[in-house]
């Protein structure tokens, strides 16, 4: 894995406040902004003997935005003084919509960001109220003309589809909006219910009732469909862009089992089959840099069994699927790929074994038949 280039990816664990459906890591209490971006220089630096050069940099959360465009730039001066980051590196930063201020914009743009991945969700007020977020379509709109005014030349969108009381028809339209702004790169994910989250009590409660399995399939394959026929190149489940260089470099290195290194609470980092992850809480994070220690709180080394398995799964997320050469020449692995072929799942091309789309909707259950 030494030869390919690794992704650095920051974890900035702030939001003002938090969405009923996320179970990403961060707090409200922004007095701990100061500290936090102290101990992530002082982690920086502890990386520099092992990680060197990045072509690829993310700063996620939370809420980058939250924080002062100075901060932000300053973030990347850091990054770039203990590490090279390549000249035509991919510099993503997420944000909310209606942190877009036409400041902000430009000084992202001045400090080097080359791609802007807003978290719209929706065009919908009524969904974007049930999801509890504190923009309104209109916002959405704006800034994606403020960070293009600003010279963004990559945009990406993410956006959430079967929440609860959203029709297709509903869908659609927040998509033909979204087609309409000409991102360069749309990222569309099915809402899930992740544990200890507001969204799980009122779900077990039976106040809220998620779409079943079949509209869930329909809301997918509208997306594609639509998508598609808009000129956007489906190439990983939940990811579409408008071109082949357009894809998310940084997301392709998780996928492809990369050398990547993430930084800040609750990050995870990647290197040489070892996975390590960070302390999940600001504070103990602070204070662990603060005395001088790592922040790291676990870590494992992924048997190749492990790192197969992962393979498979990714691979199969993927529209480029795998190598025909990865799969063992067993029986059981023939009869796999014959069994997901005939029932449409997969098809074999040019020596990869490929997923359909509806193979793609199904990539998580693929695995085991091979394992
Ligand atoms: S969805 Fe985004 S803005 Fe909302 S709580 Fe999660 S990280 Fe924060």
Request: aromatic share 10%; glycine share 6%.
């Amino acid at each position: 894995m030494a030869h390919q280039n690794a992704g650095l990816y920051i974890h900035v664990p702030f939001c003002t406040a938090k969405c009923c459906y996320c179970d990403f890591y961060s707090v409200s209490d922004l007095t701990l902004c100061d500290p936090w971006f102290d101990a992530l220089c002082r982690e920086i630096a502890l990386y520099r003997g092992q990680f060197s050069t990045f072509d690829t940099v993310y700063i996620g959360g939370g809420t980058p935005t939250v924080l002062k465009p100075e901060r932000l730039d300053a973030m990347l001066q850091i990054v770039s003084r203990h590490f090279t980051i390549q000249s035509d590196a991919e510099i993503t930063i997420e944000a909310n919509p209606q942190d877009i201020t036409v400041e902000m914009a430009h000084q992202l743009v001045a400090a080097g960001y080359t791609r802007l991945s807003l978290g719209i969700q929706s065009f919908d007020d009524t969904v974007l109220a049930f999801l509890t977020r504190r923009h309104t379509a209109r916002d959405g709109v704006k800034a994606v003309y403020t960070a293009r005014e600003a010279g963004f030349k990559t945009i990406s969108i993410d956006l959430v589809y079967a929440v609860p009381g959203q029709t297709r028809a509903q869908w659609h339209k927040t998509l033909v909006q979204a087609i309409a702004l000409a991102p360069e790169h749309l990222s569309c994910y099915q809402l899930t219910v992740k544990d200890k989250t507001p969204l799980q009590q009122r779900v077990v409660s039976g106040a809220v009732v998620m779409p079943d399995a079949e509209m869930e399939e329909l809301f997918f394959m509208d997306t594609v469909s639509l998508l598609a026929s808009s000129g956007y190149h489906h190439y990983e489940v939940s990811n579409f862009a408008r071109t082949a260089e357009l894809v998310s470099r940084h997301n392709q290195k998780y996928w492809l089992h990369a050398p990547y290194l993430g930084l800040g609470p609750a990050a995870h980092s990647f290197q040489d089959a070892m996975r390590w992850w960070n302390v999940t809480s600001v504070k103990a994070y602070i204070e662990r840099l603060q005395n001088g220690d790592s922040a790291v709180a676990g870590g494992e080394k992924l048997t190749h069994e492990q790192l197969r398995a992962e393979r498979l799964m990714l691979g199969f997320r993927t529209r480029c699927g795998i190598e025909h050469s990865f799969f063992d020449r067993s029986q059981k692995s023939h009869a796999a790929i014959r069994h997901l072929a005939a029932a449409g799942l997969v098809r074999v091309r040019n020596g990869r074994v490929l997923p359909t789309t509806r193979g793609m909707l199904v990539a998580d259950s693929m695995p085991h038949l091979f394992l």
